[in-house]
């Protein structure tokens, strides 16, 4: 499950100080634009309190999160889709990752400062999927000329692929992004085909100040955010990076601590982590038990051969069923007992759809 987040924004508005939060990973931090040139890339373990309420009932050895990739891209500027500030690079960047976490300014600090002059957050906003929109516009316009003159002659997938660049094409025409239109299930994949930037998942993060964590509804910015993520159908969280950066160092306890102080159940970047996991329909199962109990990472709407893969290939291939319990009904039920003599464990065959907090054992023959 190689997919990665890449973490995009204005110069300066916290990507970094975000990607050392989440990462501990000691990422170049400066006070002037293009401090970050080379994309810095961390793993992180997904948050799951689910692993520590399995363990108390099948105690294990070890217990094992997934984990999930974040990449940090440099800061974009107006004319990125032209060259401006390096930006065929960063568009790249961009281009490798699979879904976007789109930083926004949405803190006053005169200390910090703003690569427009003023704090903005719908103006840093458009400015960014501006440049995207022009650079998906770019490469849908080369591309529908090639291909119309394919669909002349009647070949089948060059039609195809006409009819999805005529509904992509006036739509990013209109500065809009891709990922705006309803395309059928046939026509996806002649969409991820076309590598384009704006029918990426995104996730908004506005950038908060510390006084607002407890409660982002109160920064006068966050709505800004919140309302032009929604107008898209997508998320938008509020996150203190430069706090979040303090807390990421703090030990458990002193974690804790922390947080409470603050008013918070849990840290800004937990939520940031399972919001970016889901935003690519991953999901988790666990083994459980003996030497580990473990979290895994799936697709949602794999069956269970499929999963069964994600252990080991030899799984997949020789697969006979699943034996599963929910995590609901183990942490109903209290224990795997209890869970077989209420009838809660399931056996499953090839067709069964696995579904988030699935705990499976899996039968295979090799």
């Known amino acids: 499950m190689a997919l990665t987040a890449g973490i995009v924004g204005l110069p300066n508005v916290g990507k970094s100080t975000l990607f050392n939060a989440i990462t501990k990973a000691g990422a170049e931090m400066a006070n002037y634009p293009f401090a970050t040139i080379d994309p810095n890339v961390g793993m992180v373990e997904v948050p799951d309190k689910r692993l520590a309420r399995i363990d108390e009932i099948i105690p294990a050895k070890k217990i094992i999160h997934t984990t999930f990739e974040f990449t940090d891209i440099a800061g974009i500027v107006k004319g990125a889709s032209k060259g401006e500030g390096l930006g065929n690079k960063f568009l790249e960047n961009i281009r490798q990752v699979d879904a976007i976490v789109h930083v926004v300014r949405a803190f006053d600090d005169d200390n910090i400062t703003s690569v427009t002059g003023v704090v903005d957050p719908l103006d840093d906003i458009e400015t960014i999927n501006n440049e995207l929109v022009l650079a998906d516009l770019e490469s849908v316009t080369k591309r529908y000329d090639r291909v119309e003159k394919a669909a002349r002659s009647k070949d089948k ?33 002649i969409v991820r085909g076309l ?4 029918a990426k998942p995104i996730l908004y993060v506005a950038n908060i100040a510390e006084e607002d964590m407890a409660n982002p509804e109160s920064s006068k910015y966050f709505k800004i955010v919140e309302d032009y993520a929604k107008s898209e159908n997508a998320q938008a969280i509020g996150i203190s990076a430069r706090t979040e950066e303090e807390i990421a160092s703090l030990d458990d306890d002193e974690r804790e601590e922390f947080l409470e102080a603050e008013g918070v159940s849990e840290s800004g970047l937990d939520k940031l982590i399972r919001a970016s996991y889901k935003l690519l329909g991953l999901r988790t199962f666990f083994t459980a038990g003996g030497k580990e109990t473990r979290a895994w990472t799936f697709h949602e709407g794999m069956k269970a051969p499929q999963v ?8 997949e291939r020789g697969f006979i069923r699943a034996e599963v319990t929910s995590f609901d009904d183990l942490d109903s039920y209290g224990s795997e007992q ?18 988030d907090g699935d705990i499976i054992e899996f039968r295979f023959n090799v």
């Open 338 to 355: 209890a869970v077989k003599e209420a009838g809660r464990l399931r056996v499953e065959g090839k067709e069964y759809v696995v579904e």
């Open 157 to 189: 997938t060059a039609v195809e692929e006409f009819e999805v660049l005529k509904k992509i094409k006036p739509v990013l025409e209109e500065g809009k992004p891709a990922r705006s239109i309803d395309f059928s299930k046939e026509e996806m994949p």
């Open 308 to 315: 069964a893969g994600v252990i080991h290939s030899d799984f």
């Open 195 to 198: 590598f384009l930037l704006t």
